[in-house]
């Protein structure tokens, strides 16, 4: 999203430039924005109007935002890599069960790397999943590894799964694409004897 904002060229963009950019859902576009400007690689910018009533928020990189991206200017230089590694472990017998339990090892060194705990949705926002939860369902709007998975989704879905499981304080199905746009996490519902 950084990348995207510094490449736009615009002195200010607004979520729906960034999400014509981009692609996904513009909250999640925005849930990313607001992710940036609070770690102090985005501001906020009010966007020029030539009509009454508020001017449309808009955003654009700080100094620090620009630094970043232009220390690392390629996103998918890891693409072959993680492209690598499902194919590796495509031809093991225990293929799909080893990257689960890889994904289930990300998830618990990723719990214990927040403080506080880091919660299923904010973890996923932190990893380019852009999250978007309702109820007992998690819409995952966007995915970093999506190009490999689209090739390998036994093996990258798997990962993903080990990951959701390790994080979720409750017992949680992944369905990769299952939407046009967006592979969704079924939480079960919380034991009764848990209820308040």
Known sequence: MLRALVASGLPT????????????????????????????????????????GRPAKGYRATAIGRQVVAQYPRPRDFTALVEAFAEQW?????????????????GERLA????????????????????EASGDRIRLLTCPFVDSARKHPEILCSLHEGLVSALSDRPARLRPFAEA???????????ASDAP
Do not use: K, M
């Not at 293929?95 to 890889?102: F, I, K």
């Not at 949705?121 to 990893?127: P, T």
């Open 13 to 52: 963009a607004t979520i729906s430039d960034l999400t014509e950019c981009v692609g996904g859902h513009p909250n999640g576009v925005r849930l990313h924005l607001d992710a940036l400007v609070a770690n102090g690689f985005a501001e906020y910018a009010a966007q020029p109007t030539q009509t009454r």
């Open 90 to 106: 495509g031809e093991g017998p225990d293929a799909v069960a080893s990257a689960r339990r890889l994904g289930t090892a990300w």
């Open 112 to 131: 214990a790397e927040t403080d506080p705990p880091g919660d299923l949705v904010s973890v996923l926002a932190g990893q380019g999943c852009t999250p």
């Open 181 to 191: 746009d967006a592979c969704v996490i079924e939480l079960d519902r919380a034991p």
